[in-house]
C-alpha cells in the first residue's frame, strides 16, 4: 500500500442544526502521525467536529481537507477515513475476524492476503483465537479492541475515535489507554480522539484541542494547555483550577476583586495598572499557614485521602480557595483562619 | 441478543410459588385452546381415517383418504395451485412491505407512530368488506376498467380482473401486507444506524452497505413476515372465495367443499391434516431459523 499524507486540516467550518451553531468557524491543522485529542463537555461540538473528518457531517462552510486534498462533499466511503464508534458499532451477525476483515472485503482484497492481514490484526491486539467468536460472545473490553483492529487494518490516512474508551470501566481504561498509545506509537497513524476526559486527553495525546460551545479554545501539546492555559474555560475544565478576578496596582501587583488581598504577578507585558485579569492556580501550587503573606480565608473543608489532603477555605469576598499539599504539610483546624499563598510564577494570568 | 446459558440454576422455593401462581393465571385461555382447538383438531384426525357409506360416517382406520389427496389429479392441482399463491402473494407483500417498513423505522422520524397506525389501520373493518370492495375496483364494470376506458387506454373492459387467480393474489397481497410490514418494521428497528455508519465508513456504498449490513439483519423479520403470509395464504378461503370466481379452486375451497357440498368428512378432514402437516413443517423450520439466528447454538 502507498504511503498518505495523514495530515487534516480543517478551514473555517460551521455547521448549524436548527439555527444553533454546534461548529463554529473552526480552523485547526493537525500533523500526519500525530494523536490529536478534541476535549470538551458533551454538547460543545466535538463529535461533529470529528464526523466532519469522517465524512458523515457535511459542514455548512469551510472547506476539510485530508493530505492537502479537499474532502468536502465526498461521502464517507469515498474517503480515506476509519471510526471507532462510541458504542462500537460491531456487526452483530459477523464473527470477529469478520468483522475485521470488512473493511479489507469492501476494498475488494484478496482472500488470502485477508485472512493474513486479520491474523496479524487479532495478534497486535491480543486476540488470537478469537477469531471465530460472535460479538455477543467477548467482553466489553475485547469488543473496544475488536472495533479498533477493524478500523486499523484497512491502514487509513488517519484513525477517528469517537471517545473509544467511554464504555469500559476504570481500570480497562487505563489499560486500553496504554495500549492504544502503543498501537499509535507503533504505527505512526494520524489519530484523532474525541473525550471529555481531561486524563483521558492528557494521557493519550501530542496536542489537545480544548472545545466549548462549537469554538476551539486551546489547541497545544498537554503540558502548555495544563500549565498555560488561554482562557478561563480551559483552566476549569482541564484540571482543577482557582480562578480569580483580580485588578492590576501596580509592576507586578495585582489586588483579588472585593477582598483587598494584594498578590504578586509575574512575566513581562503585563496589562498596564487599573486592568482586570483572572488569575488561574492550581491547588497543588497552594500552600497553607498559619500566619505569613498571602491570602486569608476561613477553613471549611478537609479532605484527607492518603498521599495527599485537600484543604478549602473561603476567601473574604466568598469564593472558595482550594489548596492541595502533602499530607505532613501543616494542617489548619476547620473554621480557623489560615493563609493561602503561592509564587507569582504559580499565578498564570488570563487576560479578559 | 440474549443467550441462554447451559444449566439450571436452582430455584427457590418463593420462586417456585410465584411460578406456580404465573402458571395459573394461564389456565383459563389454555383450558380455551384445548376444548375449542386442540380437541377438534383431534377429532379431525380420527375421522380422516373413517370412510364414508351412503351419507354416514364408518369408524374405522382407512388410509384410503390419504390416498386420495395425492392421487386425485384435482386435489393435487389445487394444492400446488394454492402454494404457488401463497408463495407469489409472500414474495410481493417482500417487495412491496420491504421500503414501506425500511421508510417508517428509518426515515418517518416522529410520524412513525402515525404511519404505524396507518398501517394496522385495515384490520379494524372486516376482511369480507374489504375484499368486497376489490370486487368494485376490479370488476368488469368496475373502477379500473372504467378509469381505463374514460382514460382511452383499452376500448373494451379488461375481463380477467376479477374472478382468476390474478385478482385472489391481489386481494390477498392487500390483505396481508399490514402482516408482513409489522415484523419486518420490528427487525429493521433494531439495526443500529452506526452499523450502517461503520460499513459506510469501511468503504461500502449504500448498496453494499444494505447488502452486507441492512438486509442481512433483516432477515428475522423476513422470515417471520414470509411464515405469516405464507400459512395463511395457504389456508386463506374467504379471499378466493370472494375473488377467485370458482373456476380454479384453492385448497382452502376444496375443503370447504368436501364437507358441505359433499358431505365427505373423511375426505376433507384427510386434505386438511395434508394441509397442517406442510404449516407445521414450516413453522418448524422458520423457528429453527429464528433460534440459531437469535444467537441460539443449535
Same mark, same amino acid.
Given at each position: 500500500?502507498?504511503?498518505?499524507?495523514?495530515?487534516?486540516?480543517?478551514?473555517?467550518?460551521?455547521?448549524?442544526?436548527?439555527? @444553533?451553531?454546534?461548529?463554529?468557524?473552526?480552523?485547526? @491543522?493537525?500533523?500526519?502521525?500525530?494523536?490529536?485529542?478534541?476535549?470538551?463537555?458533551?454538547?460543545?461540538?466535538?463529535?461533529?467536529?470529528?464526523?466532519?473528518?469522517?465524512?458523515?457531517?457535511?459542514?455548512?462552510?469551510?472547506?476539510?481537507?485530508?493530505?492537502?486534498?479537499?474532502?468536502?462533499?465526498?461521502?464517507?466511503?469515498?474517503?480515506?477515513?476509519?471510526?471507532?464508534?462510541?458504542?462500537?458499532?460491531?456487526?452483530?451477525?459477523?464473527?470477529?475476524?469478520?468483522?475485521?476483515?470488512?473493511?479489507?472485503?469492501?476494498?475488494?482484497?484478496?482472500?488470502?492476503?485477508?485472512?493474513?492481514?486479520?491474523?496479524?490484526?487479532?495478534?497486535?491486539?491480543?486476540?488470537?483465537?478469537?477469531?471465530?467468536?460472535?460479538?455477543?460472545?467477548?467482553?466489553?473490553?475485547?469488543?473496544?479492541?475488536?472495533?479498533?483492529?477493524?478500523?486499523?487494518?484497512?491502514?487509513?490516512?488517519?484513525?477517528?475515535?469517537?471517545?473509544?474508551?467511554?464504555?469500559?470501566?476504570?481500570?480497562?481504561?487505563?489499560?486500553?489507554? @496504554?495500549?492504544?498509545?502503543?498501537?499509535?506509537?507503533?504505527?505512526?497513524?494520524?489519530?484523532?480522539?474525541?473525550?471529555?476526559?481531561?486524563?483521558?486527553?492528557?494521557?493519550?495525546?501530542?496536542?489537545?484541542?480544548?472545545?466549548?460551545?462549537?469554538?476551539?479554545?486551546?489547541?497545544?501539546?498537554?503540558?502548555?494547555?495544563?500549565?498555560?492555559?488561554?482562557?478561563?474555560?480551559?483552566?476549569?475544565?482541564?484540571?482543577?483550577?482557582?480562578?480569580?478576578?483580580?485588578?492590576?496596582?501596580?509592576?507586578?501587583?495585582?489586588?483579588?476583586?472585593?477582598?483587598?488581598?494584594?498578590?504578586?504577578?509575574?512575566?513581562?507585558?503585563?496589562?498596564?495598572?487599573?486592568?482586570?485579569?483572572?488569575?488561574?492556580?492550581?491547588?497543588? @501550587?497552594?500552600?497553607?499557614?498559619?500566619?505569613?503573606?498571602?491570602?486569608?480565608?476561613?477553613?471549611?473543608?478537609?479532605?484527607?485521602?492518603?498521599?495527599?489532603?485537600?484543604?478549602?477555605?473561603?476567601?473574604?469576598?466568598?469564593?472558595?480557595?482550594?489548596?492541595?499539599?502533602?499530607?505532613?504539610?501543616?494542617?489548619?483546624?476547620?473554621?480557623?483562619?489560615?493563609?493561602?499563598?503561592?509564587?507569582?510564577?504559580?499565578?498564570?494570568?488570563?487576560?479578559? | 441478543?440474549?443467550?441462554?446459558?447451559?444449566? *439450571?440454576?436452582?430455584?427457590?422455593?418463593?420462586?417456585?410459588?410465584?411460578?406456580?401462581?404465573?402458571?395459573?393465571?394461564?389456565?383459563?385461555?389454555?383450558?380455551?385452546? !384445548?376444548?375449542?382447538?386442540?380437541?377438534?383438531?383431534?377429532?379431525?384426525?380420527?375421522? *380422516?381415517?373413517?370412510?364414508?357409506?351412503?351419507?354416514?360416517?364408518?369408524?374405522?382406520? *382407512?388410509?384410503?383418504?390419504?390416498?386420495?389427496?395425492?392421487?386425485?389429479?384435482?386435489?393435487?392441482? +389445487?394444492?400446488?395451485? *394454492?402454494?404457488?399463491?401463497?408463495?407469489?402473494?409472500?414474495?410481493?407483500?417482500?417487495?412491496?412491505?420491504?421500503?414501506?417498513? &425500511?421508510?417508517?423505522?428509518?426515515?418517518?422520524?416522529?410520524?412513525?407512530?402515525?404511519?404505524?397506525?396507518?398501517?394496522?389501520?385495515?384490520?379494524?373493518?372486516?376482511?369480507?368488506?374489504?375484499?368486497?370492495?376489490?370486487?368494485?375496483?376490479?370488476?368488469?364494470?368496475?373502477?379500473?376498467?372504467?378509469?381505463?376506458? +374514460?382514460?382511452? !387506454?383499452? +376500448?373494451?373492459?379488461?375481463?380477467?380482473? !376479477?374472478?382468476?387467480?390474478?385478482?385472489?393474489?391481489?386481494?390477498?397481497? &392487500?390483505? &396481508?401486507?399490514?402482516? &408482513?410490514?409489522?415484523?419486518?418494521?420490528?427487525?429493521?428497528?433494531?439495526?443500529?444506524?452506526?452499523?450502517?455508519?461503520?460499513?459506510?465508513?469501511?468503504?461500502?456504498?449504500?448498496?453494499?452497505?444494505?447488502?452486507?449490513?441492512?438486509?442481512?439483519?433483516?432477515?428475522?423479520?423476513?422470515?417471520?413476515?414470509?411464515?405469516?403470509?405464507?400459512?395463511?395464504?395457504?389456508?386463506?378461503?374467504?379471499?378466493?372465495?370472494?375473488?377467485?370466481?370458482?373456476?380454479?379452486?384453492?385448497?382452502?375451497?376444496?375443503?370447504?367443499?368436501?364437507?358441505?357440498?359433499?358431505?365427505?368428512?373423511?375426505?376433507?378432514?384427510?386434505?386438511?391434516?395434508?394441509?397442517?402437516?406442510?404449516?407445521?413443517?414450516?413453522?418448524?423450520?422458520?423457528?429453527?431459523?429464528?433460534?440459531?439466528?437469535?444467537?441460539?447454538?443449535?
Amino acid at each position: 500500500m502507498t504511503k498518505r499524507a495523514g495530515d487534516i486540516e480543517l478551514v473555517k467550518v460551521s455547521k448549524r442544526y436548527s439555527g @444553533a451553531a454546534a461548529v463554529d468557524d473552526v480552523s485547526i @491543522a493537525i500533523e500526519a502521525g500525530e494523536f490529536v485529542t478534541v476535549l470538551g463537555p458533551s454538547g460543545c461540538g466535538k463529535s461533529t467536529l470529528l464526523r466532519m473528518v469522517s465524512g458523515f457531517v457535511e459542514p455548512d462552510e469551510g472547506d476539510v481537507r485530508i493530505g492537502g486534498a479537499s474532502v468536502t462533499g465526498l461521502p464517507p466511503y469515498r474517503r480515506d477515513t476509519a471510526m471507532v464508534f462510541q458504542d462500537y458499532a460491531l456487526f452483530p451477525h459477523r464473527t470477529v475476524a469478520q468483522n475485521i476483515a470488512f473493511g479489507l472485503r469492501m476494498r475488494r482484497m484478496e482472500k488470502s492476503q485477508i485472512a493474513r492481514k486479520v491474523d496479524a490484526m487479532l495478534e497486535l491486539l491480543n486476540l488470537a483465537g478469537f477469531g471465530n467468536r460472535r460479538i455477543g460472545e467477548i467482553s466489553g473490553g475485547q469488543a473496544q479492541r475488536v472495533a479498533l483492529g477493524r478500523a486499523l487494518v484497512v491502514e487509513p490516512a488517519v484513525l477517528l475515535l469517537d471517545e473509544p474508551l467511554g464504555a469500559l470501566d476504570l481500570k480497562l481504561r487505563k489499560q486500553m489507554q @496504554a495500549e492504544l498509545k502503543g498501537i499509535h506509537r507503533k504505527l505512526k497513524l494520524t489519530f484523532i480522539a474525541v473525550t471529555h476526559d481531561q486524563e483521558e486527553a492528557l494521557n493519550l495525546s501530542d496536542r489537545i484541542a480544548v472545545m466549548n460551545a462549537g469554538r476551539i479554545e486551546q489547541f497545544a501539546d498537554p503540558e502548555t494547555i495544563y500549565n498555560r492555559p488561554a482562557s478561563r474555560f480551559v483552566a476549569d475544565f482541564v484540571g482543577e483550577a482557582n480562578l480569580f478576578d483580580a485588578t492590576v496596582i501596580g509592576p507586578g501587583m495585582a489586588q483579588l476583586v472585593g477582598d483587598g488581598s494584594t498578590v504578586a504577578l509575574s512575566g513581562d507585558g503585563l496589562p498596564p495598572p487599573g486592568s482586570r485579569l483572572t488569575l488561574a492556580v492550581r491547588p497543588e @501550587a497552594i500552600a497553607v499557614a498559619a500566619t505569613g503573606k498571602g491570602v486569608a480565608a476561613i477553613i471549611e473543608d478537609i479532605l484527607f485521602s492518603g498521599s495527599v489532603r485537600r484543604i478549602v477555605g473561603r476567601l473574604a469576598n466568598g469564593q472558595r480557595v482550594t489548596a492541595m499539599q502533602p499530607a505532613a504539610a501543616f494542617t489548619p483546624a476547620l473554621g480557623q483562619s489560615a493563609v493561602f499563598a503561592w509564587t507569582a510564577e504559580a499565578a498564570w494570568i488570563i487576560r479578559p | 441478543m440474549e443467550r441462554i446459558s447451559g444449566g *439450571s440454576p436452582t430455584i427457590l422455593p418463593s420462586q417456585r410459588r410465584r411460578r406456580r401462581f404465573a402458571l395459573a393465571g394461564l389456565a383459563p385461555l389454555v383450558l380455551w385452546q !384445548l376444548v375449542f382447538f386442540v380437541v377438534p383438531l383431534l377429532i379431525l384426525l380420527v375421522i *380422516s381415517f373413517w370412510t364414508m357409506r351412503n351419507y354416514r360416517l364408518e369408524p374405522g382406520f *382407512s388410509l384410503e383418504n390419504y390416498r386420495a389427496v395425492f392421487a386425485d389429479p384435482a386435489l393435487w392441482r +389445487s394444492l400446488v395451485l *394454492s402454494l404457488e399463491t401463497a408463495f407469489f402473494v409472500t414474495l410481493a407483500c417482500a417487495l412491496l412491505g420491504y421500503p414501506v417498513a &425500511y421508510f417508517i423505522a428509518k426515515k418517518a422520524g416522529r410520524f412513525r407512530i402515525v404511519l404505524l397506525i396507518a398501517v394496522i389501520a385495515p384490520f379494524w373493518i372486516s376482511i369480507v368488506m374489504r375484499i368486497s370492495a376489490w370486487r368494485i375496483l376490479l370488476g368488469e364494470n368496475g373502477v379500473i376498467n372504467q378509469a381505463l376506458i +374514460s382514460l382511452g !387506454l383499452t +376500448s373494451e373492459p379488461l375481463g380477467g380482473l !376479477l374472478y382468476s387467480p390474478v385478482s385472489t393474489a391481489i386481494g390477498l397481497v &392487500y390483505a &396481508y401486507l399490514p402482516l &408482513y410490514v409489522l415484523p419486518l418494521y420490528a427487525a429493521i428497528d433494531r439495526i443500529q444506524d452506526s452499523w450502517i455508519d461503520a460499513a459506510k465508513d469501511l468503504n461500502a456504498g449504500p448498496v453494499r452497505a444494505f447488502l452486507e449490513v441492512t438486509l442481512p439483519l433483516s432477515l428475522p423479520g423476513l422470515v417471520v413476515g414470509a411464515v405469516f403470509c405464507f400459512i395463511f395464504g395457504l389456508g386463506e378461503f374467504v379471499t378466493p372465495a370472494l375473488l377467485g370466481g370458482g373456476k380454479q379452486l384453492l385448497i382452502a375451497q376444496i375443503i370447504q367443499d368436501e364437507f358441505q357440498r359433499r358431505q365427505d368428512w373423511p375426505g376433507g378432514a384427510a386434505i386438511a391434516m395434508v394441509l397442517l402437516a406442510i404449516v407445521f413443517t414450516l413453522l418448524l423450520l422458520s423457528m429453527r431459523y429464528l433460534r440459531i439466528a437469535s444467537g441460539e447454538r443449535p
